[in-house]
């Protein structure tokens, strides 16, 4: 069997794609396990194991998203089409909700990090030094929109999952293996 490509083809989604889509749907899923049991069980110990990394890992999925739009841009004539119709579009206009969150959801926070009187330093490599004063719109800015906006990314995120099922189930039409595994030769 022929290796992935490390580009997209018509057919599947290569292997640089499948990495980012991967890697980022496993940080988000830490991020919404910790911030769910933060909400479930409030601030207890075996809790701040999993809240801990919480500005770390939101920082990495914000490098990654970047990257991921860069390498979806770069092969935009060159990736499997959703073909036309209504459901088509839908997929489009989902998918497209799905990177503007995912871009929009940590940038909010950065800025907040940005704009605070706390030094910001993940994994201990200072990117933002304290404000003085703090810049207080970039706080009233995430407050307003990073939980709740995160909170839409996870319903999109369902109706992600819901929709591939029925490509799977109902239609039967190979949408997952463009993303995972082998991708079906057409015809
Ligand atoms: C895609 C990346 C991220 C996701 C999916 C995400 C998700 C969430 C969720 C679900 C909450 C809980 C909201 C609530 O309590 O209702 C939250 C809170 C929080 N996040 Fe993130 N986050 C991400 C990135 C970041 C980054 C990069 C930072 C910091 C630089 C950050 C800092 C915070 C802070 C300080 C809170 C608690 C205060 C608040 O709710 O605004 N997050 N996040």
Do not use: C
Not at 12 to 29: D, E
Not at 50 to 67: A, E
Not at 143 to 170: Q, S
């Amino acid at each position: 069997m022929p290796p992935i490509p490390f580009r997209d083809t018509p057919q599947a989604y290569g292997l640089i794609t499948r990495i980012l889509h991967w890697a980022m749907g496993a940080l988000i899923l830490w991020q919404f396990l910790g911030m769910g049991l933060r909400l479930i069980f409030g601030r207890q110990p075996f809790v701040s194991f999993f809240v801990g990394s919480h500005q770390p890992v939101g920082t990495v999925l914000f490098v990654l998203v970047v990257l991921r739009i860069l390498w979806a841009v770069a092969n935009r004539r060159n990736r499997p089409d959703h073909g036309t119709g209504p459901v088509a579009i839908a997929a489009r206009l989902g998918h497209l909700a799905l990177y503007a969150l995912m871009l929009i959801i940590p940038s909010v926070a950065l800025l907040r990090a940005w704009g605070s009187d706390r030094a910001f330093a993940p994994f201990g490599f200072q990117i933002f030094p304290a404000q003085e004063p703090v810049i207080a719109w970039t706080g009233q800015l995430a407050g307003l929109l990073h939980g709740e906006l995160a909170w839409l990314l996870l319903a999109a995120i369902l109706g992600h999952i819901v929709m591939v099922a029925v490509h799977e189930r109902k239609w039967r039409d190979g949408t997952l293996s463009r993303m995972a595994g082998r991708p079906r030769p057409q015809g």
